[in-house]
């Protein structure tokens, strides 16, 4: 595993808060010139530190401000099983995240929605149509008191 300096640190702490930075100003911000600066951030992003470079977009300007945290519990767990049910779900794209959790249940699904009446047609069109699937239990988000989308580094 490769080591990262102080360095590769600040550079994906820096970019984490605003990838849109030019490299010249990447530069400027960890005070190094703007050579080194760059082929710092290819061989991170060659080396998968950085997996890409999104906008993070308002879900309640964009109606989907509608949040639900949807736990599933399979009928029966086998490999194929487990493979249909997260190829079906990577294809829906109200589902934001999806993370095969243990415990209760198998996945944690988050899913952004219009409204309690879209998401109930979610819930009977979407997961219902999906066969091997037991038993949901929604968790209604109120209010977003933090929502990060970087890591600590």
Do not use: W
């Not at 710092?40 to 999104?54: A, F, P, V």
């Not at 779900?89 to 409204?115: M, W």
Request: charged share 30%; net charge neutral.
């Amino acid at each position: 595993m490769e080591t990262l300096d102080k360095i590769d640190r600040l550079i994906l702490r820096t970019l984490q808060n605003n990838a849109r930075l030019t490299t010249k100003e990447l530069a400027a911000e960890v005070h190094l010139s703007t050579t080194p600066v760059f082929e710092r951030q290819k061989r991170l992003e060659r080396q998968g530190y950085i997996k890409k470079y999104i906008a993070v977009l308002d879900a309640q300007k964009l109606n989907q401000g509608f949040v639900v945290y949807c736990n599933v519990k399979l009928r029966r767990m086998n490999r194929d099983i487990a493979r249909d049910f997260v190829e079906r779900i990577r294809e829906v794209p109200q589902v934001t995240e999806c993370y095969n959790i243990s415990g209760n249940f198998d996945y944690l699904l988050k899913i952004h929605a219009y409204d309690m009446k879209s998401y109930q047609e979610f819930i009977l069109n979407v997961l219902g149509a999906i066969e091997s699937v037991g038993s949901i239990e929604s968790t209604f988000v109120m209010d977003e008191i933090k929502h990060e989308h970087g890591i600590n580094i």
